[in-house]
């Protein structure tokens, strides 16, 4: 056990940080927050540059654009990025931390070379299609049908939770090849090229008053089958493959995020009482900061320990701590959303925390049953 | 960078929980501490791990198997002394409790106030004939000093560097608590039949179990991550990493003993089964190297304040 990074890391560490002094001063203002066409230009922006400056899917493999660069590395450039306050993935997100893991991971060649280095280069934003208005924890019993014509699916259906469905050129999409078979079994993860024919997005206004996400209608759209990732009616397998990687680094950079928000906070908290409670806040973030190194380290030696169950778990329920810890040190400031910093709708986008990418309700079950061996509920 | 068990410290954990397991189940842990504990610890070298050349890393290991399996003494206070020794950190003035006075060699004192670290022989301090008649923890005995102690002699180790290996290995033994309080809770979860099947399978007792599982892991993690700091202090901010251990560990411990108790349901409440000990236990340690109100002060401290 051994935390020190090796001379490697720290020179990539120095470069990375040499790097960010240079661009950051230059970058322009972050657009207005309901404004999505100049959100995907911002943060494309970012995402090209990084690109440019090889420091984009460091995790990826080389032949796709990535940097196949070691897990210490990626650790290093979430600290550095964190302590530089450069920006986060923003709209990039499905494709950065979703889609493009699910392609590395079940695509074809074919699939890998047509997406992820566009993925990477901040030329292609992905939108995700999985929930429905009738199957969110249930996911599984989702009713968007796919029928087969020759080289098309013909889908119909509807999503909901679309994050960034108002400017995705792709999206993933989970769609009903058999009616007929267990629920589990008939599924298939389609990429849907958001421009077809029968496609309608319609933003979806949220407690914060934006539209982070669409509701998507889909009525006979052709998807062609080329865009199918995995084979038929194995859909299911996936999408655990994607939301296992969610579950276990996706939510490392909201972390790095909340840790940069709790730094911010700490300045505005006096009461004493209140100041412990900034303590007990630290204390879990640092806490869930080394299980992700942990997590990394298992995952580069292809163990999967306990961790990656229990991040968002716990990352969740300790942005809405800090979130209400905010709200009452802020006292009268509440009463406009903008007033001192983020902080308030920071604390509104964190209801969300524990609802989103399973709720966190599912995400004991899925910690009892698989990691501790219990029984499953009778149902 | 390799935040994870190397093969040394797989090998060295399997050995002490052999060692746990082995010499000592919970039919003698039961009888509490006496002489032939610490001889038989002492001859495995738990004591002796730094002078042996072995990192915190490796002690925290160990430490986290002795919490495990609830072995009973003053075990923090004799790392790295011969003697058997016990210790606490209180004001020096006036009387006091202090664990397992009676059957000691040497008492540790360290004053947070003072900044005092000086050792004290057993025999020389006044204090009541007996223990108390009704411990906390019946494992963890305590006498009660007349009078502030004797002045002893000073100690080479500082106040800070005493403090925080207590804290660190205690915080190790709280872990190693917590994990087998998860392992107790979820076991009996499976076994108890209610409404004709296991009270495992119901959501709110299995919430309980994940909730448990993730305060022991992220208590690991912490504890791993002050040791590291501890084996070389540019990886991290010391007094930070000492905070968060001592308090994740610490909380981890006493909710996870909680948690337990309710998943046992009246069971919980019995002298016989073995929950109550670790709770009672994790209690006690709160009072040792800085509770949670402290640690959480001490994390804030380190973070911005208004300039």
Not at chain 1, 135 to 146: E, H
Not at chain 1, 206 to 229: I, M, Q, W
Not at chain 2, 176 to 192: H, I, K, N, P, S
């Amino acid at each position: 056990m051994d935390l020190r990074f090796s001379d490697a890391d720290e020179a990539f560490r120095s470069e990375l940080r040499a790097w960010l002094a240079r661009v950051l001063p230059g970058l322009a203002p972050q657009p207005a927050r309901d404004d999505w066409d100049a959100r995907r230009v911002w943060d494309t922006d970012w995402q090209r540059q990084l690109f440019d400056a090889g420091y984009a899917g460091l995790n990826w493999p080389k032949e796709y654009g990535g940097q196949a660069a070691p897990p210490s590395q990626q650790l290093v450039f979430l600290e550095e990025t964190t302590r530089a306050r450069a920006p986060y993935v923003g709209v990039n997100f499905v494709g950065l931390l979703h889609a493009g893991p699910t392609i590395v991971a079940e695509g074809t060649p074919e699939q890998k070379a047509a997406h992820l280095p566009k993925i990477l280069r901040g030329d292609e934003v992905w939108c995700q299609g999985f929930s429905e208005p009738g199957a969110g924890s249930d996911l599984a019993s989702l009713r968007t049908r796919a029928v087969r014509d020759g080289d098309h699916y013909v889908v119909t259906g509807q999503k909901i939770w679309c994050s960034y469905g108002q400017i995705g050129d792709f999206g993933e999409l989970l769609v009903r090849t058999n009616p007929d078979a267990p629920k589990h079994k008939g599924i298939t993860w389609l990429m849907l090229p958001m421009d077809l024919p029968g496609i309608e997005v319609r933003p979806l206004k949220t407690v914060l008053g934006s539209s982070e996400f669409a509701e998507l209608f889909l009525d006979e759209v052709r998807v062609p089958v080329d865009c199918r990732v995995g084979e038929e009616n194995d859909g299911w397998r996936v999408t655990n493959v994607t939301l296992a990687f969610e579950r276990g680094t996706a939510f490392v950079s909201d972390l790095v995020d909340a840790t940069r928000l709790v730094e911010d906070l700490a300045p505005y908290v006096t009461d004493p009482a209140h100041r412990r409670e900034l303590g007990h806040i630290t204390a879990d973030l640092d806490a869930i900061w080394a299980l992700t190194k942990r997590n990394v380290t298992q995952s580069a030696r292809g163990v999967v320990g306990r961790g990656p169950f229990m991040i968002k778990l716990a990352y969740s329920e300790v942005c809405q701590k800090m979130g209400e810890l905010a709200l009452r040190v802020l006292e009268r400031n509440v009463l406009t959303v903008n007033a001192e910093g983020p902080f308030v709708e920071e604390r509104l986008r964190s209801l969300a925390f524990t609802i989103a990418a399973g709720t966190s309700q599912i995400q004991r079950n899925i910690l009892s049953e698989r990691v501790l061996g219990m029984p499953r509920e009778p149902r | 960078m390799n935040f994870d068990l190397s093969e040394d410290q797989i090998a060295l954990r399997d050995g002490i929980r052999a060692l746990v397991d082995g010499r000592f189940p919970m039919s003698r842990v039961r009888e509490g501490f006496d002489r032939s504990v610490h001889e038989e610890l002492a001859a495995a070298g738990v004591f002796s791990l730094r002078a042996d050349g072995f990192a915190w890393t490796d002690a925290a290991v160990v430490y986290e198997e002795l919490g495990r399996g609830l072995v009973p003494g003053p075990l923090v206070w004799c790392f790295g002394r011969k003697r058997v020794t016990t210790g606490f950190d209180a004001s020096l003035i006036g009387a006091t409790l202090v664990e397992f006075l009676g059957l000691v060699d040497d008492v540790v004192a360290l004053s947070p106030n003072e900044q005092i670290t000086r050792v004290v022989k057993a025999s020389e301090i006044d204090a009541a004939e007996r223990p108390e008649e009704w411990p906390l923890d019946p494992l963890t005995p305590v006498w009660r000093t007349d009078r502030p102690i004797g002045a002893g002699n000073q100690l080479d180790e500082s106040f800070d560097d005493l403090w925080n290996a207590g804290a660190l290995l205690t915080a190790a033994y709280c872990v190693g608590m917590a994990d087998r309080l998860t392992e107790m809770a979820v076991a009996y979860a499976m076994e108890r039949q209610q409404f004709d099947r296991p009270i495992g399978s119901f959501q709110a007792v299995k919430h309980i179990c994940a909730d448990m599982a993730v305060r022991a892991e992220l208590a690991r993690a912490s504890v791993h991550t002050a040791a590291c700091v501890m084996d070389d202090g540019t990886t991290g901010t010391l007094a930070r990493a000492i905070a968060g251990a001592k308090l994740m560990a610490g909380e981890a411990a006493i909710l996870n003993g909680r948690s337990a108790t309710q998943v046992y349901g009246g069971m919980g409440f019995t002298w016989e089964v073995d929950v109550h000990l670790y709770l009672k236990r994790a209690w006690i340690f709160e009072t040792q190297f800085g509770g949670g109100d402290h640690h959480a002060d001490a994390l804030a401290a380190t973070m911005p304040t208004r300039t």
